[in-house]
C-alpha cells in the first residue's frame, strides 16, 4: 500500500509541493487543507482550514495519513508540528521552539549576534517611548523598522528620515497595525545590495540547500509600488555565485542549524534564507520556517529526487543520505494577481484558458487564490491567483517562455509585472 499524505496550506506554493510529491511513486493519496482549484486535480482538497490544529490531527488519524507536510508559516510558527507529533503523527517541519526563527525576528537577530552570523546591525525595543528615543538621538538614516512578528512580509519599513520612522513607530507599536507582531520592534541598520533567496532542508543536524532563486517583491514594474507576498521569481541566480556560496554554507547556514541546536531548538524543516549581497559580503536579511512563495514554485520543478525521501530524511536525521540534485534548466515565474493587490482587488472572476498548460511539459499553471464557484467554474479568489511558471534551458528561455504562457490564460482584472527577470539582464559574469 502506497503513502497517504496530507498537505497544509492553499496558495500556490502547496499546489508546487503538491504536485511535486505526486511524481513520487511512493504516494497513492494525497489530501489538501484547505486547498484551491488546481490543488484539487491532485488532490482531495478538505474544508479544514490551516490553524485549525484539532481537526487536522483528527482527519489525520481517521484517514490514516502516513506523513503531513505544512507549507505555510502561521500554523508552524502557532505550534502546529508539535499538535501532531503529540499524537504520534508524522509531519514534516519545524517545532514551535524552532519555528520562532521566522516568528520572532528579536528572537533571530539575537541569535545571529550570538552564532557570529553576518546580518545587519540592529537593536530590539519593547516600548514605543524607547524605540523614539534611540531614533531621535542616536539613529542614522535611513534606516529599517520591523515588527518582530508575523505580518504577512508587510511589517517592514524603510524610512528615509526621522518623521517617517516616528510615523513607522506609530503604525507598528501603538496602532498595531499587526496586531501583536509590533508588540517588540526591530531597528536595524539599512543595507544595499542585490538580494537571493536560498531554500534548504535541515534535519536538526545538517543543511543541504535547494537551488539559489531570486523575488520581484514590489507590486509594480522597476520594482516601484508596495511590498508584497512576491510578483514572481526565477531560479538560479546568477548573482549568487560558487563563491558566495562557499562563503553562506561556511558562516551562515550550517552556522544557522548549530545555533538552533545549540540552544535546545533543533530545526527540521526548510529554513528559507533571506540574503543581501552587500559590499562587505553577504548578510542575513531574515529568516523562514518555510518554503517561499512563489520561491517554491522555481525551486520544485528543478529538483530531481523524490521529495517524500527529502522529506522523512528531515525527520529521521538522516539528511546526510540524500543527494540533492537539480537541473541544469532555469525556472521562471510570473504572477498573475488581481489588480488592485496588494491593497484591495475584486475576486469571483472566471478564468479562462487554464487547458492550455495541458500537454505542454515544462509548462506549469500553479493556483495561488482560485476556487470553483457554484456553477462550478474556477475563479479568481485572492490577490494573487495564477503562477505562471515555465522552464528552459537558460534564464532567458525560461523567461521567455514564462511571458508566452502568461497569455495563454485570462481573467477580468488580470494583473501582472512585464520585466520579471530583469536582473537576468544586468548580470555580467
Ligand atoms: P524582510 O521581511 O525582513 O525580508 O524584509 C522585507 C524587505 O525589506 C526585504 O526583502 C528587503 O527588500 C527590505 N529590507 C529588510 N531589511 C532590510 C535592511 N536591513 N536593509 C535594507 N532593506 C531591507
Ligand atoms: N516570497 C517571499 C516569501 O515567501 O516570504
Same mark, same amino acid.
Given at each position: 500500500m502506497g503513502m497517504k499524505v496530507l498537505v497544509v496550506g492553499g496558495g500556490g506554493r502547496e499546489h508546487a509541493i503538491v504536485w511535486k510529491i505526486a511524481q513520487s511513486p511512493k504516494v497513492d493519496k494525497i489530501y489538501c487543507a484547505p486547498g484551491n482549484a488546481g490543488i484539487a486535480e491532485l488532490a482531495e482538497c478538505v474544508?479544514?482550514? /490551516?490553524?485549525?490544529f484539532d481537526k487536522l490531527v483528527a482527519f489525520a488519524k481517521d484517514n490514516a495519513v502516513d506523513l503531513t507536510v505544512v507549507g505555510m508559516d502561521d500554523p508552524l510558527v502557532g505550534g502546529i508540528v508539535d499538535a501532531f507529533e503529540a499524537e504520534g503523527l508524522r509531519v514534516f517541519g519545524p517545532r514551535k521552539n524552532a519555528a520562532i526563527l521566522e516568528g520572532s525576528k528579536a528572537f533571530s537577530k539575537d541569535l545571529m549576534k550570538k552564532y557570529n552570523i553576518p546580518t545587519a546591525d540592529y537593536e530590539v525595543f519593547n516600548s514605543p517611548d524607547s524605540a523614539l528615543e534611540y531614533l531621535r538621538t542616536k539613529a542614522k538614516f535611513p534606516i529599517v523598522l520591523k515588527?518582530?512578528?508575523? /505580518?504577512?512580509?508587510?511589517?517592514v519599513l524603510i524610512c528615509e528620515d526621522l518623521a517617517q520612522a516616528e510615523a513607522g513607530v506609530q503604525e507598528l507599536m501603538v496602532d498595531k497595525k499587526f496586531g501583536s507582531a509590533g508588540d517588540q520592534l526591530v531597528i536595524e541598520e539599512f543595507m544595499t545590495g542585490r538580494e537571493v533567496s536560498v531554500l534548504s532542508f535541515v534535519d536538526g543536524n545538517i543543511v543541504k540547500t535547494m537551488a539559489s532563486a531570486q523575488d520581484h517583491k514590489r507590486a509594480k514594474d522597476g520594482d516601484q509600488g508596495l511590498n508584497t507576498g512576491g510578483m514572481g521569481n526565477f531560479s538560479p541566480t546568477p548573482f549568487y555565485t560558487k563563491e558566495v556560496d562557499d562563503f553562506c554554507q561556511k558562516y551562515i547556514f550550517q552556522p544557522t542549524v548549530d545555533a538552533m541546536k545549540a540552544e535546545g531548538r533543533p530545526f527540521q524543516g526548510v529554513i528559507f534564507f533571506g540574503l543581501m549581497l552587500t559590499e562587505d559580503g553577504p548578510k542575513v536579511l531574515e529568516y523562514n520556517a518555510r518554503f517561499g512563495d512563489p520561491e517554491a514554485q522555481v525551486v520544485l520543478p528543478r529538483m530531481k529526487n523524490d521529495i517524500v525521501d527529502v522529506f522523512e530524511a528531515c525527520i529521521d536525521g538522516t539528511l546526510d543520505q540524500i543527494d540533492l540534485q537539480f537541473m541544469d534548466d532555469a525556472c521562471v515565474t510570473v504572477v498573475l494577481a488581481s489588480d488592485g493587490y496588494p491593497v484591495s482587488y475584486k475576486k469571483g472572476y472566471p478564468i479562462r484558458?487554464?487547458?492550455?498548460?495541458?500537454?505542454?511539459?515544462?509548462?506549469y499553471c500553479f493556483h495561488a487564490g482560485t476556487k470553483f464557484n457554484e456553477k462550478g467554474e474556477i475563479v479568481t479568489n485572492g490577490g494573487r491567483v495564477l503562477d505562471v511558471t515555465a522552464l528552459g534551458k537558460d534564464l532567458k528561455e525560461a523567461r521567455a517562455n514564462a511571458y508566452k504562457a502568461v497569455e495563454w490564460v485570462d481573467f477580468d482584472n488580470k494583473y501582472y509585472r512585464?520585466?520579471?527577470?530583469?536582473?537576468i539582464d544586468e548580470f555580467k559574469g
Amino acid at each position: 500500500m502506497g503513502m497517504k499524505v496530507l498537505v497544509v496550506g492553499g496558495g500556490g506554493r502547496e499546489h508546487a509541493i503538491v504536485w511535486k510529491i505526486a511524481q513520487s511513486p511512493k504516494v497513492d493519496k494525497i489530501y489538501c487543507a484547505p486547498g484551491n482549484a488546481g490543488i484539487a486535480e491532485l488532490a482531495e482538497c478538505v474544508n479544514i482550514g /490551516a490553524m485549525e490544529f484539532d481537526k487536522l490531527v483528527a482527519f489525520a488519524k481517521d484517514n490514516a495519513v502516513d506523513l503531513t507536510v505544512v507549507g505555510m508559516d502561521d500554523p508552524l510558527v502557532g505550534g502546529i508540528v508539535d499538535a501532531f507529533e503529540a499524537e504520534g503523527l508524522r509531519v514534516f517541519g519545524p517545532r514551535k521552539n524552532a519555528a520562532i526563527l521566522e516568528g520572532s525576528k528579536a528572537f533571530s537577530k539575537d541569535l545571529m549576534k550570538k552564532y557570529n552570523i553576518p546580518t545587519a546591525d540592529y537593536e530590539v525595543f519593547n516600548s514605543p517611548d524607547s524605540a523614539l528615543e534611540y531614533l531621535r538621538t542616536k539613529a542614522k538614516f535611513p534606516i529599517v523598522l520591523k515588527a518582530s512578528g508575523l /505580518a504577512l512580509g508587510k511589517g517592514v519599513l524603510i524610512c528615509e528620515d526621522l518623521a517617517q520612522a516616528e510615523a513607522g513607530v506609530q503604525e507598528l507599536m501603538v496602532d498595531k497595525k499587526f496586531g501583536s507582531a509590533g508588540d517588540q520592534l526591530v531597528i536595524e541598520e539599512f543595507m544595499t545590495g542585490r538580494e537571493v533567496s536560498v531554500l534548504s532542508f535541515v534535519d536538526g543536524n545538517i543543511v543541504k540547500t535547494m537551488a539559489s532563486a531570486q523575488d520581484h517583491k514590489r507590486a509594480k514594474d522597476g520594482d516601484q509600488g508596495l511590498n508584497t507576498g512576491g510578483m514572481g521569481n526565477f531560479s538560479p541566480t546568477p548573482f549568487y555565485t560558487k563563491e558566495v556560496d562557499d562563503f553562506c554554507q561556511k558562516y551562515i547556514f550550517q552556522p544557522t542549524v548549530d545555533a538552533m541546536k545549540a540552544e535546545g531548538r533543533p530545526f527540521q524543516g526548510v529554513i528559507f534564507f533571506g540574503l543581501m549581497l552587500t559590499e562587505d559580503g553577504p548578510k542575513v536579511l531574515e529568516y523562514n520556517a518555510r518554503f517561499g512563495d512563489p520561491e517554491a514554485q522555481v525551486v520544485l520543478p528543478r529538483m530531481k529526487n523524490d521529495i517524500v525521501d527529502v522529506f522523512e530524511a528531515c525527520i529521521d536525521g538522516t539528511l546526510d543520505q540524500i543527494d540533492l540534485q537539480f537541473m541544469d534548466d532555469a525556472c521562471v515565474t510570473v504572477v498573475l494577481a488581481s489588480d488592485g493587490y496588494p491593497v484591495s482587488y475584486k475576486k469571483g472572476y472566471p478564468i479562462r484558458g487554464l487547458e492550455n498548460f495541458k500537454n505542454h511539459p515544462g509548462y506549469y499553471c500553479f493556483h495561488a487564490g482560485t476556487k470553483f464557484n457554484e456553477k462550478g467554474e474556477i475563479v479568481t479568489n485572492g490577490g494573487r491567483v495564477l503562477d505562471v511558471t515555465a522552464l528552459g534551458k537558460d534564464l532567458k528561455e525560461a523567461r521567455a517562455n514564462a511571458y508566452k504562457a502568461v497569455e495563454w490564460v485570462d481573467f477580468d482584472n488580470k494583473y501582472y509585472r512585464h520585466d520579471i527577470g530583469h536582473a537576468i539582464d544586468e548580470f555580467k559574469g
